[in-house]
């Protein structure tokens, strides 16, 4: 008994809501129940309770981390200081390649969520707006037309949705390999060496 206590993880919010995002991914929103979530992690469902309140405030969360992980991080990606739109854009596209920006998986599946529930629709295009916002406005701050602004950005995201709607698979090296002829497509302007090499060094290449 006692060394079955010692090997249970410890029961905190966070390893509740990390299960329940992997089941989310996995199964979809239908398939997050607190009874299943506690046998997975070798604990009691009693336990759950100690961190939410019931099955929709475990929901909340995962919606509510999904804002705040995705969307924030991207916001603050687009508000990042660059001197250039190309250093810019580079910053934006960190969220695609770093986990802990931007999680793919959980934003397919709160799309795939967002189909069947009306509430959760209104809170997508909600933070889909706050994203628009953000890229357009980094356009505009190097001097864009707010049209031209507005159709890149339309551009930008409807790509990267589609991306991962497809559950596109590629070597990693191949794409970050053609991510500055994305930034070229996008900007309309040409990165610099010295742009593209530190976009490479602080994504592993």
């Not at 999904?66 to 250039?84: F, I």
């Not at 695609?96 to 934003?107: E, H, I, R, T, Y």
């Amino acid at each position: 008994m006692t060394q079955k206590r010692q090997n249970r993880p410890r029961a905190t919010k966070k390893l509740w809501l990390d299960a329940a995002i992997e089941l989310l991914i996995k199964t979809g929103a239908d398939g997050v129940k607190i009874m299943p979530l506690a046998e997975r992690l070798g604990l009691t469902r009693t336990g759950f309770y100690h961190h939410f309140r019931d099955r929709d405030a475990l929901l909340d969360a995962m919606i509510e981390r999904w804002e705040r992980k995705n969307s924030g991080n991207l916001v603050a990606q687009c508000d990042l200081y660059a001197e250039t739109i190309c250093e810019a854009m580079f910053n934006l596209q960190d969220c695609w390649f770093q986990s802990k920006l931007f999680d793919a998986q959980l934003d397919r599946a709160i799309r795939n969520w967002a189909d069947h529930d009306r509430k959760l629709k209104a809170r997508v295009d909600a933070a889909d707006a706050k994203r628009k916002t953000a890229i357009q406005g980094m356009f505009e701050r190097f001097g864009y037309p707010p049209t031209d602004a507005e159709i890149r950005t339309m551009t930008i995201l409807f790509t990267q949705v589609g991306y991962i709607a497809m559950e596109i698979k590629e070597d990693h090296a191949a794409r970050v390999n053609r991510v500055p002829l994305y930034v070229e497509l996008f900007t309309g302007k040409t990165p610099t060496k010295h742009e593209i090499s530190r976009f490479r060094a602080r994504n592993g290449y």
